[in-house]
């Protein structure tokens, strides 16, 4: 077992460090200095602020810090990938920091990436909160789904789920009718199902036309819509009576595992934060 460290889980808008020792969280601290707040020239300078704050121990960073958008990039693993192949491409770029690489698929025609999902994907296998072999999905604007074999990350699929929801919200036809709150309501339901016949893109005109004529009650098309989306979204990755577990919680579960149940799988919700301090700390460990 190595010594104590900071581990960085560090997204586009957000940031949560946490201080490990002996596989236990000592410390954890959370704040919106994601990526898109911190100027290409300021990383140095806050990685050294978060270090001091803690210690002065070392750091392992991991999510957007390490894209092209961040402070370095860390490149990218080819799935299949697991622990070993993402410690063996740890990029450094200074002294006592270390960054985890991203993982990336490219074949048969079909690319894909991923940056940070892979430690907290990893982690769930890694600490027996998911299968070695399994269907995992983590939600959220681009929802990841990967299949696990042998406790590696062997394929992965990214849909832009909540990215389309905030777009056809904010500038779509049907944004005007998408008030009111979202959650795992009758309103949801019935757009899950409406999800079964594959026509998206006529569904969603339908909102607009139901509007008109009066036929859905108002502030309810956004629970609608949301579940014509993520009802599309699992009919289109999971085998009836197929189990997925679910890195998510709050509405962001409830909504994932009414969907799946509605198209005909099982959601198991698994803690994220549990799954990325073990990939995490795995990931450290087998770098020293």
């Known amino acids: 077992m190595s010594g104590p460290f900071i581990a960085v889980d560090w997204g586009t808008t957000n940031r949560r460090a946490y201080v490990i020792e002996g596989c236990e969280v000592v410390v954890t601290e ?22 001091e704050r803690h210690g002065g121990l070392p750091m392992l960073l991991a999510g957007m810090v390490g894209s092209n958008r961040g402070w370095h990039d860390a490149g990218y693993v080819a799935a299949p990938a697991g622990i070993g192949e993402l410690a063996d491409k740890l990029v450094s770029p200074v002294e ?12 048969g025609g079909r690319q894909d990436v991923m940056r940070g999902e892979e430690v907290q994907l990893l982690g769930a296998v890694a600490a ?31 849909a832009m789920t909540g990215e389309m929801f905030a777009m056809l919200k904010a500038h779509s036809l049907i944004g005007a009718e998408m008030a009111g709150e979202v959650d795992a309501d009758e309103e949801f339901r019935k757009g899950v199902e409406a999800s079964a016949d594959g026509d998206l893109l006529a569904a969603l005109f339908g909102v607009r036309a139901a509007s008109v004529l009066g036929a859905r009650a108002p502030g309810a098309a956004a629970a ?6 993520l009802g599309t979204d699992c009919r289109a990755r999971i085998e009836p009576g197929q189990t997925v577990h679910l890195l998510a919680d709050g509405l962001l579960a409830r909504l994932y595992s009414a969907a799946i149940s509605i198209a005909g799988g099982e959601a198991v919700v698994v803690d994220s934060h549990a799954s990325f301090v073990a990939g ?3 990931i450290w460990d087998r770098k020293s």
Do not use: N
């Not at 006592?96 to 074949?107: E, H, K, L, M, N």
């Not at 609608?224 to 989306?229: A, D, N, T």
């Open 280 to 282: 995490i700390t795995r």
């Open 224 to 229: 609608y819509v949301s579940g014509l989306l």
């Open 96 to 107: 006592g920091v270390a960054i985890v690489p991203g993982v990336c698929r490219d074949r």
């Open 30 to 51: 959370r704040d919106e200095q994601g990526i898109l707040s911190v100027p290409a020239s300021g990383f140095p300078a806050a990685v050294a602020d978060l270090r």
């Open 128 to 158: 027996g909160l998911a299968p070695a072999d399994a269907l995992l999905c983590q939600p959220g604007t681009h929802a990841k789904w990967a299949v696990m074999r042998g406790g590696a990350l062997a394929d992965f699929t990214t």
